[in-house]
């Protein structure tokens, strides 16, 4: 059996891993974590069972795997630093809004949301996973402003950054208000200047 | 037929409709919104279905009275004002914390949520109602506090609002981290000074 891959093999991987996880994150949205099964994601994405078996333990394997691709937030993800932190962080808002604002990415995230909320295991392995990816490149961005002088000492940093993300997951998982750029520039805005009258 | 109710015919109804409350809260907790149904309230509570469908037309009209009788949060439920805004939001949030910690509480909740999360309908008629009961006590209390000077002109009540109460739902419906009081102090006095160096 031959062991090393030709091109030719390598980008029929790539292709079939791509299928799936295409698959994956539609059939999430389409019909919840819970009825989502191996055998299903192979089924729409055209590969057999044991391919994905080969690559993946298990779908919650699979959908890690996919929205971390899909999302582009793999850890080591940073926000960018221009030396302004409240354009750097609305910059960075506002392309969320955009992202949150999309079906076809809204709704994998949403059903994998609902199930992290029900279920303390999946939560832990996975919802925070991807999450707290999220939240650490906020930590760090503000940390690099502390540093620099714009933030103050006592602040606890990752409040911080609950305090800007929150408000914005709530909204979007409890539908309560829309999800627009003059919320999140107003969030910014506030969470750095507070609401007391100086 | 009689038309008016003895006083024991009335304790009779009040200790049906708290043995339903009870019911209906134990039950979505144990089983889900989902798979909550009439006929297993009744019995729970050791009632005839048709005693609930006398005085309730649905699964979600039964729990949204006894969420509202339960929290204590009905329409018109206000926030303490001793003049001092900080003290008067620790205070309040400090007994949500106790609450939240309680399972008994917890975990109603928790099925309501995630079945709010999952059905934009249910959210919109119910979750909402519920949770917009509590923001809107915070929003009064904060206009007052603008009314008073102590909060800034330009501020977004609601904003504001939902920076105090997001990051405290979404440690505890995602279970990030631990809801406390040094949590719940800490968040109102980054809320109210910001998190920028003056």
Same mark, same amino acid.
């Given at each position: 059996?031959?062991?090393? #891959? /030709?091109?030719? %093999?390598?980008?029929?991987?790539?292709?079939?891993?791509?299928?799936?996880? =295409? !698959?994956?994150?539609?059939?999430?949205?389409?019909?919840?974590? =819970? #009825?989502?099964?191996?055998?299903?994601?192979?089924?729409?994405?055209?590969?057999?069972?044991?391919?994905? +078996?080969?690559?993946?333990?298990? #779908?919650?394997?699979?959908?890690?795997?996919?929205?971390? %691709?899909?999302?582009?937030?793999?850890?080591?993800?940073?926000?960018?630093?221009?030396?302004?932190? !409240?354009?750097? *962080? #609305?910059?960075?808002?506002?392309? /969320?809004? =955009?992202?949150?604002?999309?079906?076809?990415?809204?709704?994998? +995230?949403?059903?994998? %949301?609902?199930?992290?909320?029900?279920?303390?295991?999946?939560?832990?392995?996975?919802?925070?996973?991807?999450?707290?990816?999220?939240?650490? &490149?906020?930590?760090?961005? *503000?940390?690099?402003?502390?540093?620099?002088? &714009?933030?103050?000492?006592?602040?606890?940093?990752?409040?911080? &950054?609950?305090?800007?993300?929150?408000?914005?997951?709530?909204?979007?998982?409890?539908?309560?208000?829309?999800?627009? +750029?003059?919320?999140?520039?107003?969030?910014?805005?506030?969470?750095?200047?507070?609401?007391?009258?100086?």
């Amino acid at each position: 059996m031959a062991t090393t #891959k /030709t091109p030719d %093999a390598n980008r029929r991987s790539e292709r079939s891993r791509r299928a799936i996880f =295409d !698959a994956a994150l539609e059939l999430v949205g389409e019909v919840g974590y =819970d #009825k989502l099964t191996i055998e299903g994601i192979a089924s729409r994405a055209g590969v057999g069972k044991q391919t994905i +078996y080969r690559w993946w333990p298990s #779908k919650a394997a699979v959908l890690l795997d996919a929205f971390t %691709a899909d999302a582009g937030d793999e850890p080591g993800w940073e926000l960018p630093d221009t030396g302004d932190l !409240a354009a750097d *962080l #609305k910059f960075v808002l506002r392309a /969320t809004v =955009d992202e949150f604002n999309d079906p076809k990415f809204e709704a994998p +995230y949403r059903a994998l %949301a609902v199930a992290g909320a029900n279920d303390p295991e999946l939560s832990e392995q996975f919802v925070n996973r991807l999450q707290d990816t999220g939240v650490q &490149a906020y930590v760090e961005r *503000l940390r690099r402003a502390q540093e620099a002088g &714009a933030i103050a000492e006592h602040v606890d940093l990752r409040i911080a &950054a609950e305090m800007i993300l929150s408000p914005f997951s709530q909204r979007w998982l409890m539908r309560t208000a829309p999800l627009t +750029y003059d919320f999140v520039d107003t969030l910014v805005d506030l969470v750095l200047g507070g609401i007391s009258r100086r």
